[in-house]
């Protein structure tokens, strides 16, 4: 089988292509920016989603295409750029399977469609969408672009994964470095639902997606645990051996705290240390119930969150990026 990865750069598509090698794929993937160490054995197609005049060419002959690429919640884009990429982006990456006779498409969108789950509980693949934000919001009009080639015709499934940690991710790595430094303190009740999903397991989902799911399903890919963040943020804390501090606020004061910073590190060219995406996390609950994958494509997490995280710290300390004596 040969497979094509776009975002084979990033945490979930580098996992991806290393797990398809050691089943044997060919494994293609696109390369943007970004080097990608560890990955010799795919052949690497230079490119970018924004120009689809050599996508189709790069295609060819490719059974499942795995579209992974996106411009991040924490990206530093304008509206326009976060639209093109994900959004237009897209289309182009489709129309160009299309084109190329690809025969499978899985289309990775995201929890953040939903927006702030309300009922602070596991929602399924039927709960409406509610983007907060431009990430959010161009996640979604991906989304439906994918669907809307499904109406087509194509084969085109889309996967929805839940908050997505393991060894080498840098995203949920700025959270867990902060807690076992000491530099974090849980400033909300912490009683926001997520459903953490260990990057072995999400792998596996996402396999079962290509070799299982029907043309036109949405399935949400989460591990088997409804946790709070104070209860994540507590089991971080004991994985890295460190007492969790907390000092509870208000969540408009927080927010508008966020705005502020935001404001003043733009000016200088920086992150600030608390943005409203990173406080996105903290405040509006994006639990995801996986019962439809359990049911339809036999999706079975095996990694419960304690375990995980546990394997994480010890991956991030013995890799260097965590100190062995921060405690």
């Avoid at 089943?23 to 924004?50: A, M, T, Y």
């Avoid at 982006?89 to 084109?99: K, R």
């Avoid at 509870?248 to 600030?272: D, N, Q, T």
């Amino acid at each position: 089988m040969k497979a094509f990865i776009t975002g084979a750069s990033g945490f979930i598509g580098s996992h991806l292509a290393r797990k398809l090698l050691s089943q044997n794929w060919q494994v293609s993937i696109l390369r943007h920016e970004r080097d990608l160490p560890g990955l010799e054995k795919c052949q690497v197609f230079q490119g970018d989603i924004r120009k689809p005049h050599s996508l189709k060419k790069m295609l060819t002959g490719t059974d499942v295409l795995f579209h992974l690429a996106a411009a991040l919640g924490a990206s530093r884009f304008g509206k326009t750029e976060f639209f093109q990429i994900n959004a237009r982006g897209t289309e182009n990456v489709l129309q160009s399977a299309m084109d190329a006779g690809v025969g499978k498409v899985v289309h990775c969108s995201s929890a953040g469609v939903l927006g702030s789950i309300k009922e602070n509980r596991p929602a399924d693949e039927n709960h409406l969408p509610f983007p907060r934000d431009i990430y959010d919001r161009t996640k979604l009009e991906g989304e439906k672009i994918a669907l809307g080639f499904a109406e087509k015709g194509e084969n085109v499934v889309v996967i929805r994964p839940g908050w997505v940690y393991g060894p080498g991710d840098r995203r949920t790595f700025k959270l867990i470095k902060a807690v076992a430094s000491k530099k974090f303190m849980l400033l909300l009740k912490g009683s926001t639902h997520q459903t953490p999903v260990y990057i072995d397991d999400l792998i596996q989902g996402i396999l079962l997606c290509a070799e299982k799911a029907k043309a036109g399903e949405i399935f949400h890919l989460a591990g088997k645990e409804d946790l709070t963040v104070k209860e994540i943020t507590a089991a971080i804390a004991q994985a890295a051996g460190v007492r969790l501090s907390r000092f509870p606020l208000p969540g408009f004061v927080l927010k508008v705290a966020a705005w502020k910073l935001e404001k003043v590190f733009s000016l200088l060219g920086k992150e600030a240390p608390l943005t409203r995406g990173k406080l996105a996390f903290f405040i509006h609950p994006k639990p995801l119930s996986i019962q439809k994958a359990s049911t339809q494509l036999g999706y079975e997490p095996e990694w419960d969150f304690k375990t995980g995280i546990a394997t994480t710290i010890a991956w991030y300390r013995q890799n260097g990026w965590l100190s062995h004596n921060l405690t």
